[in-house]
């Protein structure tokens, strides 16, 4: 069956940087869009970045643009999502997100197919 399973999450500082990575099983990963979402404390999960499955266009929330990139490597059927000059607002549990070829950009929870488990990022001030 089709896995999803993040790590790279962790308890940093404002400023510090992260690099999550999403390892997917189960599904021909280069025929897949992925995404990354996050669910916030208290909050409903959203978009943070999106890659097709072609792997060059990718599309962010405004909130992260600039900060944060997303990239995959088809070869390690993996997907990454580099986080730079952290803030406590980015605190949440970070998903990642797949859903088979199609229309691109894809930027609500119900575009997606599979999940995985989420990772947490907590960033203090």
């Known amino acids: 069956q089709v896995q999803l399973v993040e790590s790279g999450g962790g308890l940093v500082q404002a400023g510090d940087s992260l690099r999550l990575s999403c390892a997917a099983s189960g599904l021909t990963f280069s025929t897949y869009t992925m995404g990354w979402f996050r669910q916030p404390p208290g909050k409903e999960r959203e978009f943070v970045a999106t890659?097709?499955?072609?792997?060059?266009?990718?599309d962010y929330a405004d909130s992260v643009k600039g900060r944060f990139t997303i990239s995959r490597d088809n070869a390690k059927n993996t997907v990454y999502l580099q986080l730079n000059s952290l803030k406590p607002e980015d605190t949440a549990i970070y998903y990642c997100?797949?859903?088979?070829?199609?229309?691109?950009?894809?930027?609500?929870?119900?575009?997606?197919?599979?999940w995985g488990q989420g990772t947490q990022v907590t960033v203090s001030s």
């Open positions: 890659i097709s499955w072609r792997g060059g266009p990718t």
């Open positions: 997100a797949a859903v088979v070829w199609g229309s691109f950009p894809r930027r609500t929870n119900y575009d997606y197919r599979y």
